[in-house]
């Protein structure tokens, strides 16, 4: 069983559309992230839900609207493609720990390619 | 937020030993280090974490002066399938952000 499982793996689409990310975790996590890889393998933090409640939500456009239905799900919404939107955007999960910092476990990641 | 700074690549051969340093001269008193693993076309993988001194698990070491400065991920007798990025990161026990650096590409050759 994937632990982070996002769909789809690869989208390509026309600039202006609007797109959706889904992801699902089912390691009972209460707390989901989006990241967004871009190609020089930065990693950024675009979005984090605890428990369904929005707790960072980074210097990102208004088109990204994450929405989370319950803790186990973390889906992105991208209004109005843009040619500087095609990237990697991974979703991960975390659970809050006795001791030390959150350990996040990623899925694969859906590689946006926005023409 | 502390930053990291790490080498942007490393060559190495099968059977050595593989050490990365990773900066945060600015890490809190609750922060932790983190390293994570990232293979091509996959999400990072966490390796190992810590906090000072050195921890070890079945995968890497980690070595961390009492300084808190920087920190060393060693890799013991890498192989082929060790070619990756390898991401450093400090955060806050129990939250915080996390943010992640430009990341270490590994090469491992024969």
């Known amino acids: 069983d994937t632990a982070v499982s996002q769909t789809p793996k690869y989208l390509v689409t026309q600039m202006g559309n609007d797109k959706s990310i889904k992801c699902e975790q089912n390691?009972?996590?209460?707390?989901m992230y989006w990241y967004k890889q871009d190609s020089k393998k930065f990693l950024k933090i675009m979005f984090s839900?605890?428990?369904?409640?929005?707790?960072i939500n980074e210097t990102v456009p208004n088109r990204f609207s994450p929405k989370s239905p319950d803790k186990a799900h973390l889906n992105l919404h991208i209004n109005s493609l843009e040619l500087g939107d095609s990237a990697v955007y991974f979703c991960?999960?975390?659970?809050?720990?006795?001791?030390?910092?959150?350990?996040?476990?990623f899925g694969a990641g859906s590689r946006l390619t926005v023409l | 937020l502390a930053k990291t700074t790490q080498p942007i690549s490393m060559d190495s051969y099968e059977g050595q030993e593989v050490n990365i340093t990773c900066s945060h001269n600015?890490?809190?008193?609750?922060?932790?280090i983190t390293w994570y693993q990232q293979f091509p076309s996959q999400g990072p993988r966490f390796i190992i974490q810590?906090?000072?001194t050195k921890v070890t698990n079945e995968v890497a070491s980690l070595f961390i002066p009492a300084d808190r400065k920087s920190s060393t991920l060693s890799l013991p007798r890498v192989s082929l399938s060790d070619t990756a990025v390898y991401y450093c990161?400090?955060?806050?026990?129990?939250?915080?952000?996390?943010?992640f650096g430009q990341g270490t590409e590994l090469s491992v050759k024969p």
């Open positions: 991960a999960s975390s659970q809050r720990r006795d001791t030390g910092a959150n350990v996040l476990t």
């Open positions: 390691l009972g996590h209460d707390t």
């Open positions: 839900y605890n428990n369904k409640e929005l707790i």
């Open positions: 600015n890490i809190a008193t609750n922060d932790y």
């Open positions: 810590g906090y000072k």
């Open positions: 990161l400090v955060s806050l026990d129990q939250g915080g952000k996390l943010i």
